[in-house]
């Protein structure tokens, strides 16, 4: 089976899990909603504007997690295992990816998929050298090989080399035994938060992410 007849076989799989999905989990939309909503101030959906396909900036739709202006107190975009930032409700959420799920809604419209490389921010762009920047030729996606290969316990150089290597192999098997490989990390939790604070980088040095302005 050639490339273009996957990527077709994969774009149908993705509307159809993700429409089923979104069907199937409604009630607990709902309930998650209700948690978030009586346990901490703020919206119940965190925006963020994210690199999509080929670079389109886009509207990251989760879950909040995190208290209301979260980016503007303490390590800002970055976010540690006992980060006193996160909600109660928020902890759960993140243990089991569970804010991940209003993005079903981006699946089916076609700015994200099942699988592929994680949605970079957008000053990410700026730095990556022409060989990384390959990662942006498939939709980003809710998993991917570098999820299941270290999560964030890996650098960002080290993150991105497994994006473009599976921008390169990609096939419907590989596709598989990801979705297979996300349910055991979900389940053990390895890798849901780096060891210390990691800013992107450039060339081997890290760099802090743009400074915030105050509101």
Request: glycine letters at 6%.
């Amino acid at each position: 089976m050639n490339r273009i007849v996957q990527m077709t076989v994969k774009r149908c799989l993705d509307v159809l899990i993700a429409g089923a999905g979104l069907l199937l989990f409604w009630p607990v939309f709902v309930l998650i909603a209700v948690c978030i909503k009586f346990s901490s101030r703020g919206p119940v959906f965190f925006l963020q504007e994210r690199a999509g396909f080929r670079g389109q900036p886009f509207q990251i739709l989760k879950f909040r997690t995190m208290v209301e202006n979260a980016d503007r107190i303490g390590t800002g975009l970055y976010v540690s295992q006992n980060d006193v930032r996160i909600t109660r409700v928020g902890k759960i959420l993140r243990r089991f990816s569970l804010d991940e799920l209003p993005q079903l809604l981006h699946i089916v419209t076609g700015k994200m998929s099942l699988v592929g490389p994680r949605p970079g921010l957008p000053y990410h762009l700026e730095r990556y050298t022409a060989e990384q920047a390959r990662r942006l030729l498939m939709r980003p996606g809710l998993t991917g090989w570098s999820q299941v290969n270290g999560r964030n316990l890996l650098s960002w150089p080290a993150r991105i080399e497994k994006d473009v290597w599976y921008v390169d192999n990609f096939s419907l098997w590989l596709d598989a035994r990801i979705l297979f490989r996300t349910f055991a990390v979900l389940i053990s939790a390895d890798g849901l938060y780096a060891p210390r604070e990691r800013f992107f980088f450039s060339a081997q040095e890290d760099i802090p992410a743009p400074s915030r302005k105050d509101s």
